[in-house]
């Protein structure tokens, strides 16, 4: 009897015999590669934070990390405040008053050192964690560089109707509490009111540490600088044994006051307290106005 012949369809399918099945031995091996892998890392992100929580709660609780409420004799202060002056030290430590008590990792320094910043004096402040449970803030103060008079009062008197306080200012117009032992030294900065904007005061402030620069080697005999008409610049001077003022403009100060210094002999025989010289127009010196002098006693027409 004749064997029937093969076809196509009996045996052969188009596909290599080692991958017929759904599942080779390569591509189990991969898949199970791939799944323990990927255990591997759903494992570890719980140990891991498992790790994380366990360790804040560690440094939460912990007595050890708890920033004292009060500071033993002798013992290092659990709020350690460094470079203040001028600002109030009180203030500063009621800042972290409602840390005390509670775990150093609780703390927010960068909340702290925005809130110190805002009190007066204080130009900038670094607030640190000192583990395990200390805090150390260091503070960089505003330095005066003038004082100005401000309206505290109306008098009601005609000749004096506003009563004026003393206020210092510093290099970038910031209004400070006024400290007599400080301005002392200090030039009278006329042309900046505590309510002007700031920006203002900013410019304003920056120009007078540009004069006073400038004038560095009159400082001592300059007790007044007037920016009223910014950028022009008037200062008093003392010369002579008077008090005079001096419209020096825009630029050149030093130049116009080196002038004047140089011709003093000139103007010696004038020369009289609040007497106002124009020296804008380079060397030369114009008088703009000078105060009556005073009458000999007797000598009043009656």
Do not use: C
């Amino acid at each position: 009897m004749a064997r029937r012949k093969k076809t196509a369809s009996d045996t052969d399918t188009g596909i290599p015999a080692g991958v017929r099945g759904p599942f080779n031995g390569i591509d189990t091996f991969r898949m199970l590669k791939f799944a323990g892998l990927t255990l591997g890392v759903v494992v570890a992100v719980f140990v891991l934070g498992w790790l994380f929580w366990s360790a804040e709660r560690f440094l939460t609780e912990d007595s050890r990390f708890l920033i004292g409420t009060e500071d033993e004799p002798g013992a290092l202060p659990s709020i350690d405040v460094s470079g203040e002056r001028n600002a109030s030290r009180k203030a500063i430590l009621e800042l972290f008053e409602q840390d005390r008590g509670r775990s150093l990792l609780k703390l927010d320094p960068l909340e702290r050192k925005r809130q110190i910043d805002d009190l007066p004096w204080v130009k900038s402040s670094t607030v640190r964690r000192i583990w395990p449970n200390r805090v150390a803030v260091e503070i960089t103060e505003r330095t005066p560089v003038a004082f100005i008079q401000a309206p505290s009062a109306v008098t009601g008197s005609m000749e004096h109707p506003v009563a004026y306080k003393p206020m210092l200012i510093d290099g970038d117009g910031v209004i400070l509490g006024f400290k007599p032992q400080q301005a002392s030294s200090l030039p009278l900065l006329k042309g900046v009111r505590p309510r002007d904007p700031g920006p203002l005061r900013h410019a304003r402030a920056k120009l007078l540490l540009r004069v006073m620069e400038e004038l560095a080697p009159y400082a001592q005999r300059i007790p007044e600088v007037d920016l009223s008409a910014a950028p022009t610049v008037t200062i008093a001077y003392e010369t002579m044994g008077a008090t005079i003022e001096l419209i020096l403009g825009e630029d050149s100060w030093r130049k116009r006051l080196d002038y004047l210094n140089r011709n003093s002999d000139r103007i010696r025989g004038i020369l009289r307290d609040r007497m106002v010289l124009d020296l804008t127009m380079d060397e030369r010196v114009i008088l703009k106005s000078s105060p009556e002098p005073p009458r000999p006693e007797g000598s009043g027409q009656e």
